[in-house]
């Protein structure tokens, strides 16, 4: 067990109310396309199941291909000038562009012209993003040597991140569905989200410049070619080998995204289809992270008694039992599925804190100098993850038979494709997250000295 000295620098007020405003953008673009773009896919564009799942997979397996690049020249970035913060901004300004294109696409094309428009606008919003998100998820490790900090760092940071996706998870279906539905509900809900979006992000920007400590050795390299895709590849993947605490982490945080990632999509389709009603979404969302706002200051002190690795378990434990739960959805009351998704809700608060304040331990053990190569190694496994959470969904909704339709009108579905969707809500993510702690066993937490 690696030995970690616990520092007493704290990371001034206006640095940690910037970063956790980061998770407004993170959180609301990282929910609402996963939550609804399968859905807009196939209920308003009528695209069929199996097209629209490689128009949600091309554009995050462009995303996942360039976040290792982005890594390295954030830190290519911390060492000439000591922040990260030029890479975040462009991202932040030009994500709500994507963003808004996702979902215009016209009336006046058919379902094959209305995938390849979705296909072009979000490729350009998952490139947005990814410039933002790798080196946010660095900082962590520039703000702070602290382990006990970082933890309080990130706690703010998941409370925003629980508020952003309430709000935006929540909300933007609220904002379609107000707007009358059909292409212009989904059109205002994305000009509504992106400015949402821009503002959290700006923020991150603003508050945490001048922040960071300064880079190793205290100085500022002298300028030198910025690192090619090669070597962006080569820098993750060297940490990757080298590093099992890395190694091991990310392993489980993919799993548990791809969990996410597959419950989020289908939700839409339980409210819809099997509660009866598209606007039970909210509802859920509401059930989901309410808890989450609630219960992070004691996830935070069960962490200080207990470890992060052992507060992840403890999690993800309570993940699986709560989702197994809701397999019995069709049969039961629809107040069982609104209490076993809150109970879900306690446990994603938690399974979202401890993996995100693990990762700036396992770069501090490995050298800040890394941060941007392995955060974008995350960020790509994090992508990957919630990527396939909605494809999984449509391959199973296509194996159960599932029938799309355009906006206005709703087909009758086969029995198959009914169950295939309570499934794709409970069983596959209780699945992987009872994978997720397999892995997790191999896990050594740093011991903290006073």
């Known amino acids: 067990?690696?030995?970690?000295?616990?520092?007493?620098?704290?990371?001034?007020?206006?640095?940690?109310?910037?970063?956790?405003?980061?998770?407004?953008?993170?959180?609301?673009?990282?929910?609402?396309p996963g939550l609804v773009l399968a859905?807009?896919?196939?209920?308003?564009?009528?695209?069929?199941?199996?097209?629209?799942?490689?128009?949600?997979?091309?554009?995050?397996?462009?995303?996942?291909?360039?976040?290792p690049v982005v890594g390295t020249w954030s830190d290519h970035e911390l060492r000439r000038r000591s922040t990260r913060t030029r890479l975040m901004t462009l991202g932040a300004l030009t994500l709500p562009v994507g963003f808004v294109a996702t979902f215009a696409a016209p009336e006046t094309l058919g379902p094959w012209g209305a995938a390849a428009w979705?296909?072009?606008?979000?490729?350009?919003?998952?490139?947005?993003?990814?410039?933002?998100?790798?080196?946010?998820?660095?900082?962590?490790?520039?703000?702070?040597?602290?382990?006990?900090?970082?933890?309080?760092?990130?706690?703010?940071?998941?409370?925003?991140?629980?508020?952003?996706?309430?709000?935006?998870?929540?909300?933007?279906?609220?904002?379609?569905?107000?707007?009358?539905?059909?292409?212009?509900?989904?059109?205002?809900?994305?000009?509504?989200?992106?400015v949402v979006l821009l503002v959290g992000m700006l923020a991150t920007v603003l508050g945490v410049r001048g922040a960071a400590a300064p880079a190793a050795g205290g100085t500022v390299t002298p300028p030198s070619p910025a690192p090619g895709a090669a070597a962006g590849y080569r820098a993750g993947l060297r940490a990757l080998r080298e590093h099992t605490a890395y190694r091991v982490l990310l392993g489980v945080f993919v799993l548990q995204a791809v969990a996410t990632g597959t419950m989020?999509?289908?939700?839409?389709?339980?409210?819809?289809?099997?509660?009866?009603?598209?606007?039970?979404?909210?509802?859920?969302?509401?059930?989901?992270?309410?808890?989450?706002?609630?219960?992070?200051?004691?996830?935070?002190g069960y962490s200080a008694r207990h470890g992060k690795a052992r507060s992840l378990t403890a999690a993800s434990v309570l993940f699986v039992v709560a989702a197994l739960a809701l397999t019995a959805v069709p049969v039961l009351p629809t107040w069982w599925a609104y209490t076993c998704v809150a109970?879900?809700?306690?446990?994603?608060?938690?399974?979202?804190?401890?993996?995100?304040?693990?990762?700036?331990?396992?770069?501090?053990?490995?050298?800040?100098?890394?941060?941007g190569a392995m955060s974008g190694l995350w960020t790509a496994g994090e992508t990957a993850g919630l990527a396939s959470g909605p494809v999984l969904v449509l391959l199973m909704l296509a194996a159960g038979g599932f029938v799309s339709s355009a906006a206005g009108v709703r087909a009758e579905q086969p029995d198959t494709a009914l169950t295939a969707i309570v499934l794709a809500f409970s069983l596959a993510p209780a699945v992987l997250v009872a994978a997720s702690l397999l892995l997790l066993r191999r896990y050594q937490e740093p011991e903290v000295s006073p």
């Open 39 to 67: 859905y807009y896919l196939t209920d308003t564009l009528a695209v069929p199941a199996l097209l629209a799942s490689l128009v949600v997979v091309i554009p995050k397996v462009w995303d996942v291909a360039i976040d």
């Open 264 to 300: 989020l999509a289908a939700a839409q389709y339980v409210a819809t289809y099997t509660l009866g009603s598209q606007a039970a979404l909210t509802f859920l969302f509401v059930a989901l992270v309410g808890p989450a706002l609630l219960v992070m200051p004691l996830w935070t």
């Open 118 to 194: 979705v296909v072009v606008a979000f490729l350009l919003a998952t490139t947005s993003f990814s410039l933002f998100q790798v080196p946010y998820i660095a900082l962590p490790a520039d703000l702070t040597d602290g382990y006990r900090e970082r933890t309080r760092l990130l706690s703010w940071r998941i409370a925003v991140l629980a508020l952003a996706i309430l709000v935006v998870g929540a909300g933007g279906p609220a904002v379609r569905d107000a707007a009358g539905g059909g292409h212009r509900g989904y059109l205002v809900m994305g000009v509504v989200v992106a």
């Open 343 to 371: 109970l879900a809700g306690v446990a994603y608060a938690g399974m979202q804190l401890f993996p995100l304040a693990m990762l700036p331990d396992v770069i501090s053990r490995a050298g800040r100098h890394q941060g």
């Open 1 to 32: 067990m690696t030995l970690v000295r616990e520092r007493g620098d704290r990371v001034p007020r206006r640095a940690v109310a910037g970063y956790a405003a980061g998770s407004v953008g993170t959180g609301g673009f990282g929910t609402l």
